[in-house]
C-alpha cells in the first residue's frame, strides 16, 4: 500500500531477516507535520536525515540534524521527533538490537555521548546501505554492510564507558520497581497510591523519581510499553483487536492513537509490513518493503 498522503507525509516500514539472530527493523520517512510523542525503544535507533531539518528532544536537550549528520539514540532513552521546518524533513533508520551493536564488544554496551555524529563519510554509507536493504539488494553483501557500518560507528564514536547517571541512585530504584510492576501488571496496573505504598514513598515522590529517570510519567511509559508489547504480537500474525486486549488498551481504537504516536504507523499497516509467511523465515535477509500510512 502507497503510504503517500495528500499531505506529501509518508512512511515506509521494512523488515529484514538473516542480519543477526532478531530481524532487523528498518523506517523510511517523510514528515511535516507529525510528531512523535515521547517514547523510548528496546533498540538503537541509527537513523540520517537526507532532506530538511529534524528537530529531536534527547537527554534534557533539543537538537537539530540535517543532511549528512547521523543520530544514534541508545536504547531505554526517552525522545520525541518532528520537522525542525515548515518544509519538514525526510529519513532513513535501522533499528539494531544491542546485540548487534555491541557483538564485538567486551563489556559494556558501546555508548554514545552524543545523539547527533558530524561525520558525513558514515552518513553516506549508512544511506547506501539502508536503500540496499529495504529494495531487497544481494542477501550476503547486506549482511555484510550492516556488520561494517555498525562497527565503523562503534569504532569511531563510541565509549566504553558511560558518563555518570543524570538521577540519583534513588530514583534508579524507584523507577526499575515501578516499570518492573507495570510489566507485570499490564492489562490491569495498579493505582499510582498502591504503586507509592509499595515502595514507601508518597504519589508525589513516586512521580518526581520515576519522571527524574525514565523522562516520562509511568502512565505514558506503560502506554509506550505496551506498544512494545503490542509489536511483538502484530508479528506474530494476530489482529490489532486482539492485541488491543491482549496488552490493556481498552480498545484497538486506543491502540491504534498510541502506536502511530510511539512508532507513526498505524497497527495494521506495521503488522502487514512485518508478518511473513513461515517458510520466507528461513531464508537469509529476505525483506517485505510495504509501504504504510504516514508514520515512523
Known amino acids: 500500500m ?7 507525509e509518508s512512511a515506509v516500514w521494512t523488515r ?3 542480519v543477526h539472530d532478531a530481524p532487523l527493523d528498518l523506517m523510511t520517512a517523510r514528515f511535516r507535520r507529525h510528531r512523535y510523542a515521547p517514547h523510548a525503544h528496546e533498540e538503537f535507533a541509527i537513523g540520517v536525515c537526507v532532506e530538511g531539518i529534524e528537530q529531536i528532544a534527547y537527554r534534557g536537550a533539543v537538537h537539530r540534524s540535517g543532511p549528512g549528520a547521523v543520530v544514534v539514540a541508545e536504547p531505554g532513552e526517552t525522545h520525541t521527533g518532528g520537522a525542525g521546518i515548515p518544509e519538514g524533513y525526510a529519513y532513513r533508520v535501522l533499528y539494531p538490537t544491542p546485540e548487534l551493536v555491541g557483538e564485538d564488544v567486551i563489556g559494556p554496551l558501546p555508548h554514545f555521548p552524543s545523539l547527533i555524529v558530524d561525520d558525513t563519510a558514515l552518513a553516506a554509507e549508512i544511506v547506501a546501505l539502508h536503500e540496499h536493504l529495504t529494495v531487497g539488494g544481494d542477501a550476503f553483501e547486506g549482511e555484510s554492510r550492516v556488520v561494517e557500518v555498525l562497527r565503523a560507528l562503534v569504532r569511531r564514536h563510541a565509549v566504553r564507558v558511560r558518563a555518570a547517571d543524570r538521577f540519583s541512585p534513588d530514583a534508579a530504584r524507584v523507577a526499575r520497581a515501578v516499570r ?8 490491569q496496573p495498579p493505582s ?11 504519589r508525589y515522590q513516586t512521580l518526581r523519581a520515576f519522571r527524574d529517570a525514565v523522562g516520562l510519567p509511568p502512565y505514558a511509559w506503560l502506554a509506550q510499553h505496551r506498544v512494545t508489547r503490542a509489536k511483538g504480537l502484530l508479528a506474530r500474525g494476530m489482529t490489532p483487536a486482539e492485541v488491543a486486549h491482549a496488552v490493556g488498551f481498552a480498545d484497538q481504537a486506543h491502540l491504534g492513537r498510541w502506536f502511530r504516536r510511539v512508532l507513526g ?6 503488522r502487514n509490513s512485518v508478518v511473513v509467511p513461515q517458510q520466507r523465515l528461513a531464508t537469509t535477509l529476505s525483506p517485505r518493503p510495504d509501504h504504510i500510512a504516514p508514520g515512523r
Open 192 to 202: 499510582l497510591t498502591d504503586l507509592a505504598a509499595g515502595i514507601g514513598l508518597s
Open 16 to 18: 529484514v531477516h538473516g
Open 180 to 187: 518492573e510492576r507495570l510489566a507485570d501488571e499490564l492489562v
Open 2 to 8: 502507497n503510504g503517500d498522503t495528500a499531505d506529501g
Open 265 to 270: 504507523v498505524t497497527p495494521g499497516a506495521y
